[in-house]
């Protein structure tokens, strides 16, 4: 019986110890530096794409380089801050010229898709500031919530979270740079071929002319040089990266919630079958609070950029659609305006499949609570019961819709019908246009 004895008190004390170990760990990681850089948190994934995109004006935050959270706040007198104000006063400026220019030619249903590109751009700047106010709020819980999460009981996923990430971000980025690329190439072709059949004086065939159509808002305001040239290009760059980042942020905030949510249900499904005293079925509860809070934390602040993008991916896809419907001329302007429509497509899907994975994984402990015997049924796994099928768990565009899978085929009914209505706004000029004009 001693030795029966002894061998609990061991068991125990090892326990202890290594409970001691994994606390005193998780001092150490809050307090952030090299302990905190270690772990696979969702800020280490996500801070070098933090900063590309202040290249471009987007999440104006300031000492984004801290490894520490803590560090990293909205400060209205800040660099980032700075560059954010420059990229809206020049792309407010190029948006008020492109919409000048398309009043005095006449709206339609093709031609002012470039001009709600560009504002759709604006306003998505303003959203980015507007989460960027809200970001402390946001990751400080977030950081937290990852050191509990990364330690035991909770077991670390197969896959980390940087290596998903990074995996999406390279790949929708290097297609965006394809579908970017097309755009020129399929424009510079159709210039070209109209200066051919329409113009003797053939010189003007080359690239540097088609810039000048191209930019022609910029030289509104500038000469024509190699400065200006090479600041169309950037502000147009500026503007797709924009338009791509507000898809590709929303799908690794979604990797990262439902990750966190996996490996919750992971660590509730390992109870099944088993005596879940309820201390333990308490603690389960107050995680589970935690990650629905942090959830609804994230929800609100983006449910601006989700509603917009969601509103902006809709229209696109229409007007690429139409574009492809109503006879196009060269064989070029088909390839790009196909790939751009899949790429479209594809994007799309990606964020609402991404999204709906923090659904599917919050309810995962489901099917172990309904495991739980009834003479073991007792008012905390009652509690706990109904916080899992209470209250929806994901991303929303102002509640007023959630990124779910059937949120994705209702979209494409919604497709098909805005479509329709565009096609017959646009059957006026259905027929195909002469090349000179």
């Known amino acids: 019986m001693s030795k029966t ?78 560059i954010t104000g420059l990229f809206l006063l020049l792309g407010g400026l190029k948006t008020i010229i492109g919409a000048n220019v398309l009043f005095k030619a006449g709206l339609n249903a ?12 604006i306003i998505n700047w303003l959203n980015f500031v507007g989460f960027a106010r809200s970001w402390s709020q946001i990751m400080l819980p977030w950081s937290s919530l990852d050191i509990l999460m990364l330690f035991p009981p909770y077991k670390r996923c197969k896959r980390t979270l940087r290596s998903k990430i990074n995996i999406i971000v390279i790949s929708v980025g290097c297609l965006g740079l394809v579908d970017h690329t097309l755009y020129y190439i399929s424009g510079y072709y159709s210039y070209s ?21 191209e930019f022609s808002d910029v030289l509104f305001m500038l000469p024509y040089n190699i400065f200006s040239m090479c600041y169309g290009f950037w502000i147009n760059f500026a503007f ?59 929800d609100a602040s983006m449910s601006s950029i989700v509603f917009v993008s969601c509103a902006n991916n809709v229209y696109v896809i229409c007007n690429q659609a139409l574009a492809i419907f109503t006879k196009l001329r060269h064989p070029i302007n088909y390839v790009y305006f196909w790939y751009s429509l899949f790429f479209l497509m594809a994007r799309t899907s990606l964020v609402f499949m991404s999204a709906s ?25 009652q509690r706990f019961a109904s916080q899992l099928t209470s209250e929806f768990v994901g991303l929303s565009g102002y509640r007023l819709f959630y990124l779910t899978r059937r949120s994705l085929f209702g979209m494409l009914a919604t497709l098909v019908t805005y479509e329709l209505m565009l096609l017959q706004m646009d059957a006026k000029s259905s027929k195909e246009s002469p090349i000179c004009v």
């Open 5 to 82: 004895s002894d061998s609990i008190l061991k068991q125990l004390k090892v326990q202890r110890q290594k409970e001691r170990a994994v606390a005193t760990m998780r001092w150490r990681c809050a307090q952030g530096g090299l302990d905190f850089e270690q772990l696979d948190t969702f800020y280490k994934a996500i801070r070098p794409y933090l900063c590309v995109a202040q290249f471009f004006g987007v999440m104006p935050l300031a000492n984004i380089l801290s490894r520490d959270p803590q560090n990293v706040k909205f400060k209205v007198r800040s660099l980032a801050t700075g």
């Open 110 to 121: 093709k031609n002012m898709v470039g001009l709600v590109f560009l504002i759709v751009g």
């Open 193 to 213: 071929m109209q200066i051919w059949h329409c113009q003797t004086n053939h010189s003007q065939v080359s690239f540097g002319f088609f810039l000048e159509k």
């Open 240 to 298: 797709t990266f924009l338009w791509n980042f507000m898809d590709i942020f929303i799908v690794i905030t979604s990797i990262g919630l439902a990750q966190r949510f996996q490996q919750f249900s992971e660590r509730v499904l390992g109870l099944a079958g088993r005596y879940v005293p309820d201390a333990l079925w308490y603690d389960i509860r107050r995680d589970h609070i935690r990650l629905c809070e942090l959830t609804s934390l994230v």
């Open 357 to 381: 994975k923090i659904r599917d994984a919050s309810l995962l402990p489901l099917k172990s609570v309904y495991l739980v015997p009834s003479d073991r049924w007792t008012q905390e796994v």
